[in-house]
């Protein structure tokens, strides 16, 4: 019923910036809290920052100061802006949306979906 679909991973050097898109599609009644993640491989997948629908944030200890997550609401879509990026950053970034979706005209239901993931390497 959503779909998820993550852009703007890349290789980037030390210092340098990217920006991530998250766009949510279906039948979305709403969008709740949007959340950005990250794994590498042989670690479980971190949080790196979130975002309630009133926009309220969240983030992870090793990004704060350089990473800014924002959201449309108009455009279903999610963002995280990426600065002063370190080679410690390199991982596959997933993005997660909370989801009130409809089912039937009038019946709606609510349930966690994932984006596919999207590279980001950072090089030294």
């Known amino acids: 019923q959503v779909q998820l679909v993550e852009s703007g991973g890349g290789l980037v050097q030390a210092g340098g910036s990217l920006r991530l898109s998250c766009a949510a599609s279906?039948?979305?009644?709403?969008?709740?809290?949007m959340g950005w993640y990250r794994q590498t491989p042989g670690k479980q997948r971190e949080l790196v920052a979130n975002i309630s629908s009133s926009g309220s944030t969240n983030y992870a200890d090793s990004v704060k100061g350089r990473f800014t997550i924002s959201r449309d609401n108009a455009k279903n879509t999610g963002f995280l802006q990426m600065d002063s990026l370190k080679p410690e950053d390199t991982a596959v970034y997933y993005c997660?949306?909370?989801?009130?979706?409809?089912?039937?005209?009038?019946?709606?239901?609510?349930?966690?979906?994932w984006g596919q993931g999207t590279q980001v390497t950072v090089s030294s």
């Open positions: 279906g039948r979305i009644r709403s969008i709740n809290a």
């Open positions: 997660k949306a909370d989801v009130t979706y409809f089912i039937l005209l009038s019946s709606s239901r609510r349930a966690d979906y």
